[in-house]
């Protein structure tokens, strides 16, 4: 659960809404037990984070909580065993790989940018997660991903077989639904939300805004993250940092077209969350996104402004036929049936 230490975004929130499908499909029948050595900032936001979810976590305080998670992996003793006595299943998350002594070993890989494009990653991650897909290949019985796109990489690239992998949609949050409070920025406003890092290509995003033309604003929120940054200093586009799930609602129920021009993805999240809140969808091209997207958003070259900003208008003119079509295909994601594949999964 460490991942749920730092402000929820695609995979915390994938950590966090199934656990919460796997506790409702499960029902009492099983013990789940959310474990996580972490820091003092983790002791405070983990608990917040699993809030509603009947499960009690078992934090273990440790300074320069990372380090130490990362060597305990690599070293592969003592096992975690040790801390939490016996277990049937152990299903570690992103930033760790610990050792077992016994039980079914079960992880979840979200993508494989690190391997693809690894000019788009830190070389943190570089090496956290190629040290956990290692692990993975080598050690885990059940091996889930969140896409058929994402599922294809890890048999490609890290030579897990097709038959300990299980393909495990993310599901849509309650909370991002049409109804409810709608943000208002003063003007007709564009949402795009994406941590500021290369990959999710903003700059391109920029440039076909300013092709656009009209009254609408471009909103973006979304984190600072790594690397060189976009040029947000542009006439019309509002930027609105790192947002919480409450107020992303409102600004995707405000907004007259959402916008993912990301270059690749695990699935994408937000196209469904944007869907589920009624909004018109433009996505990037890229088939990473192919399942998130189903045939309710606009498509469009992420690496040509023009296309992008043809697409945006396109969504515009076609809000009336785009929202109820977005609204079906995200109906079909739902953390219970992530539950129901992870207890399946497991023989539980």
Known sequence: ????????????????????????????????????????????????????????????????????????????????????????????????????????????????VPIRFPQWTTRRTRSMHGAKYRNAARSCDVVFANSRYTAEDARALLGISEARIRVAHPGVDSIFRPDGVRADLGRPYILTVATLEPRKNLDTLVRAYQLLGGDHALAVAGGEGWGEQPELDVDGVIRLGFVADERLAELYRGADVFVYPSRFEGFGIPILEAMASGVPVVASAHPSMDEACGDAAVRADPDSPEELAGAIERALRARDDLVPRGREHARRFTWAAVGSIFLEAWGA
């Open 1 to 112: 659960m460490s991942p749920l230490s730092h402000s929820l975004t695609g995979v915390g929130k994938y950590h966090r809404g199934s656990l919460a499908g796997v506790a409702e499909i499960a029902n009492g029948r099983h013990e789940i037990i959310p474990f996580a050595p972490t820091s003092p900032q983790g002791l405070r936001a983990i608990p917040l984070a699993l809030g509603g979810i009947p499960v009690q976590p078992r934090l273990v305080f440790l300074p320069f909580a990372h380090h130490w998670r990362m060597a305990w992996s690599r070293l592969g003793r003592p096992p975690l065993e040790r801390f939490l006595g016996r277990f049937d299943v152990l299903h570690f998350t992103d930033w760790m790989f610990p050792p077992q002594a016994g039980g079914l070993r079960s992880t979840m890989i979200h993508d494989a």
